[in-house]
Antibody, heavy 120, light 110 residues
Framework: EVQLLESGGGSVQPGGSLRLSCAAS????????MSWVRQAPGKGLEWVSI???????YYADSVKGRFTISRDNSKNTVYLQMNSLRAEDTAVYYC??????????????WGQGTPVTVSS | QTVVTQEPSFSVSPGGTVTLTCGLS?????????PSWYQQTPGQAPRTLIY???SRSSGVPDRFSGSILGSRAALTITGAQAEDESNYYC???FGTGIWMFGGGTKLTVL
């Protein structure tokens, strides 16, 4: 079965750090770009970051300089290192796979999400 | 700062037709933004409905369709059913890896 499984969420104080993981199964992980999308309580989806199959990374302005996305293709896992966390980073963080084939760009697989709470 | 805009809420009667739209705070949405649509019910992960403006994802009923209407991307539900009551999000690809979601539309079927 093709699936994404996030882990690493939890509670942290403002200014703290957290590392999220997303393990992929049932697909050739190294072929695909992977992204993180978050959703604050009662709010909409917000794209956070993406790492392409070959390694280039991109970030939303709201997290640039604080978050780092990386991947380990040997472990079929993508990570999101979150530093200098703020209350406004409180959200459910979803891992998602980007489909980028034949001039088609969209997110075609989603994990169930992992919650992050930043509070003192 | 570009913002992707959606109607905050919409309602439709069972069996009716509704069109949700996705625009830009400045400029027009075209197929070059590869508009996609996602459905999300509270507490659940998003589900991919439409990609590349008008292609349905696997398993999505054909009552869901996508298009460009004027300067906006559109998601039309023809013959709405009770189970279509959800939040709907559009996403646009701005190139060089950058994505942006709209604020979402809460659809009520009543």
């Amino acid at each position: 079965e093709v699936q994404l499984l996030e882990s690493g969420g939890g509670s942290v104080q403002p200014g703290g750090s957290l590392r999220l993981s997303c393990a992929a199964s049932g697909l050739t992980f190294s072929d695909f770009a992977m992204s993180w999308v978050r959703q604050a309580p009662g709010k909409g989806l917000e794209w956070v970051s993406i790492i392409s199959a070959r390694g280039p990374t991109y970030y939303a302005d709201s997290v640039k300089g604080r978050f780092t996305i990386s991947r380990d293709n040997s472990k079929n896992t993508v990570y999101l290192q979150m530093n200098s966390l703020r209350a406004e980073d409180t959200a459910v963080y979803y891992c998602t796979k980007e489909h980028r084939v034949d001039s088609q760009f969209y997110f075609d697989l989603w994990g169930q999400g992992t919650p992050v709470t930043v509070s003192s | 700062q570009t913002v992707v805009t959606q109607e905050p809420s919409f309602s439709v009667s069972p069996g009716g037709t509704v069109t949700l739209t996705c625009g830009l705070s400045s400029g027009s949405v075209s197929t070059s933004y590869y508009p996609s649509w996602y459905q999300q019910t509270p507490g659940q992960a998003p589900r991919t409905l439409i990609y590349n403006t008008n292609s349905r994802s696997s398993g999505v009923p054909d009552r869901f369709s996508g298009s460009i209407l004027g300067s906006r991307a559109a998601l039309t539900i023809t013959g709405a059913q009770a189970e279509d009551e959800s939040n709907y999000y559009c996403a646009l690809y701005f190139g060089t890896g950058i994505w942006m979601f709209g604020g979402g539309t809460k659809l009520t079927v009543l």
